[in-house]
């Protein structure tokens, strides 16, 4: 988007009819030609002035209205109260809001408006503060429920619009944060085209700009996943979101051939979740959870009945084949690739090129250290309610540490037995005991 569209131009001015031009009154320096270089360097430097002060200007803007929700609409609402069944519901309409605000009103906003005197300064704050521009992706996440709240209490939401003479509704102040977030990546490419222009060095803008445009992709993918209904375990415990796109699913099992389904689909780190589209062609889509396989179990096949879109997935152990047409050959590429990496890194975890080497021997030194000292039986201390108790010494304690970190990755490997069997071994326990990290692949009907 342009922001703007030439904010160095300057009209030339035309003689009147009937006016010639006073030769005495040219000087010798009006005569001499115009360094066509220095004037477009001159001319990006100008709009790049431009930019920065556009930048700042919306920024004051943008906190003033913020303030209308936090000062306006949310103060008013503590001072009335809600609804009795709305009870609670009210910090969801709002999420962290309150902390977006304080920080660009407080700190942000300051620091843009230093770089109206030093432009250098611009893309270094972009960068040293991109983890707290994170606090977007929260809000971003919970927005879908926000939504649901709002349309549900619309009556009590305009009544409180009236009372606090807001001439916008409160939804139309709650996407703010979300066009704003958009707003600094555009703005920062500006700047970074009219700095290329200038013939300026533009490292430091240009990794501004990389960062700037990761965050609203993440926003859009968090807002995407708190439309994901049904799905009973903890996302963010899934790992870091790597991609989600909509893609037509055919299931196979034990030869059994379904019907090609639309699937949104989301890959995680950990797992891989399958969901069907609900209210398509709705602007705020919701997505019912269908399906998902542990990444620790995943296999895949890349190339499948000669078409180049498609791609297989299956869960090791079952008979189950889910066969993925992408819309294009270029959104299969980057899901097999994402898809290769995380497998590639179980494999070398593994095999000890990476963590799972380091993470061996000091397996392999905490257990020369412990077998270096007397072999003693552990003295029995005494519990509160009188029964015998063991405090194992330091070693015991680090290896047990180290083990328990190995075997829960082993668990998740499909190496279960091993794992349980160092851990068993090392405590002397004999026998191991076996247990099941749960339903490899779960679905819903």
Known sequence: MEIIKDPSAQEEKTPEPGSFPVLG????????????????????????MFVLNEMVQTERDYVKDLGVIVEGFMRRIGEKGVPEDMTGKDKIVFGNIHQIYDWH???????????????????????KHERRLHMYVIYCQNKP?????????????EEVQQEVNSRLSISDYLIKPIQRITKYQLLLKDFLKYSTKAGLDCKETEKAVELMSLVPKQCNDMMNLGRLQGYEGKLTAQGKLLQQDTFFVTEQDSGVLSR???????????????????????????????????????????????????????????????????????????????????????????????????????????????????????????????????????????????????????????????????????LGLGTPCFFSPGHVLSSTQ
């Not at 009154?25 to 790049?48: F, H, I, L, W, Y």
């Not at 942000?108 to 611009?122: A, G, I, N, V």
């Open 145 to 157: 429920r926000s939504e649901f709240v709002v349309a549900e209490y619309d009556a009590f939401f």
């Open 260 to 426: 090609s389904k639309e699937r949104r689909v989301f890959l995680f780190e950990q797992i891989i979740i399958f969901s069907e589209l609900l209210r398509k062609g709705s602007s705020t889509p919701g997505y019912q959870f269908k399906k998902s396989i542990k990444v620790s179990y995943l296999s895949m096949e890349e190339h499948v009945d000669s078409d180049l879109c498609k791609f297989v997935l299956s869960c090791r152990g079952s008979s189950e084949r889910l066969t993925l047409q992408a819309a294009n050959i270029d959104i299969k590429k980057e899901w097999v690739q994402s898809i290769r990496e995380l497998l590639d890194m179980q494999i070398n975890f593994l095999t000890g090129e990476q963590s799972g080497g380091s993470l061996s021997r000091q397996l392999s030194n905490s257990s020369r250290s412990s077998s270096s000292h007397p072999s003693t039986p552990l003295k029995p201390n005494t519990a509160p309610n009188g029964s015998p108790t063991h405090k194992p010494n330091k070693h015991v304690e680090e290896g047990l540490f180290l083990l328990f970190s190995l075997s829960v990755f082993l668990v998740l490997s499909s190496r279960r037995s091993l794992s349980l069997s160092l851990v068993s071994l090392y």
């Open 25 to 48: 009154s040219v000087t010798p320096s009006d005569q001499m030609p115009r360094d066509p270089e220095t004037e477009q360097k001159n001319k990006a430097m100008r709009g790049r």
């Open 105 to 127: 009103k407080e700190f942000f906003l300051c620091e843009l408006e230093k770089c109206l005197q030093d432009h250098d300064r611009l893309a270094e704050l972009f960068i």
